[in-house]
């Protein structure tokens, strides 16, 4: 079976669930992370942060068009800040190079 792989956009609640869910699913690959806000030396050594074998790339970047999202090969990517819910906002991110941005936000 071939994986998806998926970034996720801020490591907060809703990024760790999305990350512990997808890592249990078995079909993604959770290949990138980008958080500004969380300490890199508390998150990960070397920018790469290893979640069950699996090397995580780290990125620190508030500006959501300059995530490089294909560097880490991402496909799909967990918008999940609560700030980008617009297709206008979220859609930054498909500067990084990631197939589709996936929003998350509370109704």
């Known amino acids: 079976m071939i994986k998806v792989k998926a970034g996720v956009n801020r ?3 809703i990024g760790c669930l999305v990350t512990s869910a997808a890592f249990n699913s078995g079909k993604v690959d959770t290949v990138a992370i980008n958080d500004p806000f969380i300490d890199l030396n508390y998150m990960a050594e070397n920018r790469k942060l290893v979640i069950n074998g699996n090397p995580i790339t780290i990125f620190q970047e508030q500006d959501s068009s300059k995530i490089k999202w294909g560097n880490a090969d991402t496909e799909y990517m967990m ?22 941005v996936i929003i998350s936000a509370l109704c």
């Open 11 to 13: 490591y907060g609640r």
């Open 79 to 100: 918008e999940s800040t609560g700030i980008f819910t617009t297709m206008e906002k979220a859609g930054a991110h498909l500067q990084g190079r990631v197939k589709r």
